[in-house]
Nanobody
């Protein structure tokens, strides 16, 4: 499995960005328990959970810090997950990573088997 994250960039506070994570090597929608998540890591901080979604059924979870501002979604036909980020704040600045697993939906980074490269999001004040 390979995950390709994209969409990061520089945005002013209050702005929006959409991150994409394209998966290859597996068709995730065929695995009933498969999920994909976004994590982020700011300089000097631990990697933290942002959002996760199950491919089958689309159930999703969010960190409290992004609830109401970020939306995770998936396109089964494209084997791609998106993270729509709105009302961005300087504290959202981080490298964002997508992760996937074929058998679980979790908030812990250690629960995910596959990881993409990060994409940097910088929010200026």
């Amino acid at each position: 499995v390979q995950l390709q994250a994209s969409g990061g960039g520089l945005v002013q506070a209050g702005g929006s960005l959409r991150l994409s994570c394209a998966a290859s090597g597996r068709t995730f929608s065929t695995y009933s328990m498969a999920s994909m998540a976004w994590f982020r890591q700011a300089p000097g901080k631990e990697r933290e959970f942002v959002a996760a979604i199950r491919w089958s059924g689309g159930i999703s979870y969010y960190a409290d810090s992004v609830k109401g501002r970020f939306t995770i979604s998936r396109d089964n036909a494209k084997n791609t997950v998106y993270l729509q980020m709105s009302s961005l704040k300087p504290e959202d600045t981080a490298v964002y990573y997508c992760a996937a697993d074929l058998s679980r939906l979790a908030r812990s980074p250690g629960s995910y088997e596959y990881w993409g490269q990060g994409t940097l999001v910088t929010v200026s004040s």
